[in-house]
């Protein structure tokens, strides 16, 4: 999982609109009513786009919310560009990860868990910024997949668990055009600065790599 000390500062500019009293100016002295900004504010540039209840970036996985603690609200990939992944295990069974991830207190998130029979849960938006990494950098600009397990037992990395992870894998990788090779997919021991070693010894990355690239092919397939 990802380190639990919470992102810093956050990122000000074009993210950033200020707010004062009952009104706001915005360009030439303009001024905009409060009901007239509630109507707008989702369509400028790096503010939170509406989110829809219960909505998922991948079609086989169930929406599960985690605490709002454990990311941060974004637009990516408008204000961060999304170019990697990162390969998790959890340390833990699934719904032990899925409670983590709901807890405040936690302060790491991944986007995604997928368990030992193939399930997926999807916990924060690919638009959004999940403490998954520890590293700040690395946080903005790749989606997290956690993967239940123990780094040390190779029987926890099931065919299952595989298959459905490249599947997920595969369709990120089309939404922003990320290269299937190790550069872009990556696993969490290899972020600079983390202490983790996860995806351990035992995650077969040719392997990983081919589902992902036979997946990808396969989605390139049906879109033609």
């Known amino acids: 999982m990802g380190s639990r000390q919470r992102e810093g500062e956050r990122r000000i500019g074009r993210r950033a609109l200020i707010f004062g009293g009952v009104a706001a100016a915005v360009g030439g002295g303009a001024v905009l009513a409060r009901d007239d900004l509630s109507r707008l504010w ?18 086989g996985a169930r929406w599960v919310e985690a605490s709002d603690a454990n ?7 408008d204000d961060y560009d999304v170019d990697m992944i990162v390969v998790h295990v959890t340390q ?31 916990m924060i938006r690919e638009l959004d ?40 894998a595969a369709g990120i990788c089309v ?9 872009h997919i990556i696993g969490h021991v290899e972020v600079p600065g983390t202490d983790h070693t996860d995806p351990g010894e035992h995650w077969d990355w ?8 036979e997946a990808k092919e396969a989605l390139g397939k049906a879109e033609a």
Do not use: C
Request: proline residues 5%; glycine residues 10%.
């Open 42 to 59: 989702w369509k400028l540039p790096g503010n939170q786009r509406p989110r829809v209840e219960g909505a998922v970036d991948f079609a």
């Open 206 to 213: 040719d392997r990983y790599l081919r589902l992902v690239g």
């Open 129 to 168: 910024v999940a403490y998954h990494a520890g590293n700040r950098s690395y946080n903005e600009r790749s989606v997290g997949i956690e993967h239940e397990g123990f780094v040390d037992r190779p029987e926890d990395l099931t065919d299952a668990m595989y298959a459905a992870s490249a599947r997920l």
């Open 175 to 183: 939404r922003y055009g990320i290269p299937v090779d190790r550069k």
């Open 92 to 122: 833990g069974d699934f719904d032990s990860a899925v409670k983590a991830f709901q807890d405040p207190g936690h302060l790491a998130a991944a986007h995604y868990i997928v368990g030992q029979d193939g399930r997926i849960a999807q």
């Open 71 to 77: 990311f941060r609200w974004a637009d990516r990939p």
